[in-house]
């Protein structure tokens, strides 16, 4: 965001060209759907990707009578899947929050869809918590989480955006 202009004058051409080849343009972030549709806007890219997936693994595509719609049966999975995780962790979740709250000056954070995160005050600080999470994975394996920098959101260890992508790849038969 930093550069003028925020991307290259010829990323337009190059993703047309792509897609001429048989590529999707796919955007894989962390980002909610909302936030990644308005960093595009913001930075003048209105081509319109051909999937985008969002939240670390949710994947969309876009829709015919909405804007963007779910694209096969992973969102659901994921959505189950972080469900019944919080629910299966609650006891080791509870055990993390006590540890950041009393033993560092990091922040354990609750948003507004119910996922759960931690941020540090310094990359060091969340290398320690990430020690303290590793020794509860021995216990519950399916413990995961996505890590930016200070930043760092719980998950299900079976839904991150690389095996988004690797879903992504075979719903449209791409090795």
Same mark, same amino acid.
């Given at each position: 965001?930093?550069?003028?202009?925020?991307?290259?004058?010829?990323?337009?051409?190059?993703?047309?060209?792509?897609?001429?080849?048989?590529?999707?343009?796919? *955007?894989?972030?962390?980002?909610?759907?909302?936030? $990644?549709?308005?960093?595009?806007?913001?930075?003048?890219?209105?081509?319109?990707?051909?999937?985008? *997936?969002?939240?670390?693994?949710?994947?969309?595509?876009?829709?015919?009578? $909405?804007?963007?719609?779910?694209?096969?049966?992973?969102?659901?999975?994921?959505?189950?899947? !972080?469900?019944?995780?919080?629910?299966? !962790?609650?006891?080791?979740?509870?055990?993390?929050?006590?540890?950041?709250?009393?033993? =560092?000056?990091?922040? @354990?954070? $609750?948003?507004?869809?119910?996922?759960?995160?931690?941020?540090?005050? =310094?990359?060091?600080?969340?290398?320690?918590?990430?020690?303290? *999470?590793?020794?509860?994975?021995?216990? @519950?394996?399916?413990?995961?989480?996505?890590?930016?920098?200070?930043?760092?959101?719980?998950? !299900?260890?079976?839904?991150?955006?690389?095996?988004?992508?690797?879903?992504?790849?075979?719903?449209?038969?791409?090795?």
């Amino acid at each position: 965001p930093e550069s003028d202009p925020a991307f290259h004058p010829a990323l337009g051409d190059m993703i047309r060209q792509l897609r001429k080849m048989g590529a999707a343009w796919t *955007i894989n972030t962390g980002r909610s759907l909302s936030q $990644t549709l308005q960093g595009l806007g913001s930075h003048g890219i209105f081509m319109e990707p051909d999937f985008i *997936i969002a939240q670390e693994c949710e994947i969309y595509k876009p829709g015919i009578f $909405t804007k963007w719609t779910d694209y096969g049966s992973w969102n659901r999975q994921a959505r189950k899947a !972080h469900e019944r995780f919080m629910k299966d !962790h609650q006891k080791s979740l509870d055990a993390i929050r006590r540890m950041v709250e009393t033993e =560092t000056s990091a922040e @354990f954070m $609750t948003g507004d869809l119910g996922e759960l995160g931690i941020v540090a005050t =310094t990359d060091e600080e969340l290398d320690h918590i990430c020690r303290y *999470i590793a020794s509860h994975q021995g216990e @519950f394996p399916d413990i995961g989480y996505h890590r930016n920098g200070i930043y760092l959101r719980f998950s !299900h260890s079976a839904y991150s955006k690389g095996s988004a992508l690797g879903e992504l790849s075979r719903l449209l038969g791409v090795t």
